[in-house]
């Protein structure tokens, strides 16, 4: 079985942005290495990393596109749970998050907020997903099979 085991940010500044991840969210720093070209942060499960733009750049050679607040973000988010969404989205954006969406509930029981981190990446802030609705979902794919009566 495949696991995530992390995800890589290709960022400006690898100090710098850990700084603003361990100021915003609490995450605890894992290390940077020496050059300020790679780090990692303690954040659960997944490992959440970050590379220079030049260190990216030695790794694929038909290059990619930067992340930056001058354009619209792209169309993928880090998810960070919490119990009380308003709380770390007024904090993030206090650290220098930029907002994107004050905190709103969603049909599935979720609230959820977004934000920008200085490097223009999304952020989505959110409470754990309901466990009721999760079975409601599950009940409701099983309910469009129909079962032959057991004998």
């Given at each position: 079985m495949a696991t995530l085991s992390y995800t890589i940010l290709y960022v400006q500044d690898v100090t710098k942005t850990i700084q603003?991840?361990?100021?915003?969210f609490g995450f605890k720093r894992k290390f940077i290495a020496p050059g300020n070209s790679y780090g990692e942060l303690n954040t659960g499960n997944t490992t959440l990393s970050f590379a220079s733009i030049d260190l990216a750049k030695t790794n694929l050679k038909d290059g990619f596109i930067e992340s930056s607040l001058t354009n619209k973000p792209f169309a993928i988010?880090?998810?960070i749970t919490t119990d009380n969404v308003q709380e770390m989205y007024d904090h993030a954006i206090k650290s220098g998050a930029i907002a994107e969406m004050p905190a709103k509930n969603k049909?599935?029981?979720?609230?959820?907020?977004?934000?920008?981190?200085?490097?223009?990446?999304?952020?989505?802030?959110c409470t754990p997903m309901d466990q009721f609705f999760q079975w409601k979902i599950v009940f409701n794919e099983l309910r469009k099979f129909r079962f032959a009566p057991l004998i």
């Open positions: 603003f991840y361990e100021k915003a988010e880090i998810g049909p599935q029981g979720q609230i959820v907020a977004y934000v920008r981190d200085p490097d223009g990446f999304l952020i989505e802030i």
